[in-house]
């Protein structure tokens, strides 16, 4: 669930990505997508810049790249810590959700530079930062969304 989550940052609101996003993001004991886009702000001035958050992306793909090669795959899968029997059907859907050139494989560009959609929907003023306004109503919308 943890790549699946990540992948999320990366391309949330691709058709069918939000209800899997909302599960991600339901699973106890895991950090939401507030808790990530908060953490991306570096220089801790409380403001989570477009800048910022690609260079948050880029430090998790060289963590997430296991064996070095420069790309995500199902060979990387044991960093990513998935359980069950769901786990390599997991791996191939982020794949499918990021791999632009459909090569079976995320590189750095595809994941790096790929739709921040996640943050553009907490960038609700659309000015390139999320304040902590603008992350309180997102971290609001992901609650309602996880309700029952």
């Known amino acids: 669930m943890r790549l699946l989550a990540i992948v999320m940052i990366v391309s949330l609101g691709t058709s069918g990505c939000v209800g899997m996003a909302v599960r991600a993001v339901a699973q106890p004991g895991k950090r939401d997508f507030a808790d990530m886009l908060a953490k991306a702000d570096t220089n801790n001035d409380g403001v989570i810049t477009r800048a910022e958050f690609t260079e948050a992306r880029a430090k998790l793909f060289k963590r997430m790249d296991r064996?070095?090669?420069?790309?995500?795959?199902?060979?990387?899968?044991?960093?990513?810590?998935?359980?069950?029997?769901?786990?390599?059907?997991?791996?191939?859907?982020?794949?499918?959700?990021t791999d632009k050139d459909g090569d079976g494989k995320v590189s750095y560009d595809e994941f790096v530079n790929g739709p921040s959609i996640l943050f553009d929907?907490?960038?609700?003023?659309?000015?390139?930062?999320?304040?902590?306004?603008?992350?309180?109503?997102?971290?609001?919308?992901l609650a309602a969304r996880k309700a029952p």
């Open 67 to 97: 064996n070095g090669d420069g790309y995500l795959s199902e060979d990387d899968a044991p960093r990513f810590s998935l359980r069950g029997k769901n786990g390599k059907d997991r791996i191939a859907q982020a794949i499918l959700l």
């Open 121 to 141: 929907r907490a960038d609700t003023n659309h000015d390139g930062k999320i304040d902590a306004v603008e992350l309180a109503a997102f971290r609001a919308v």
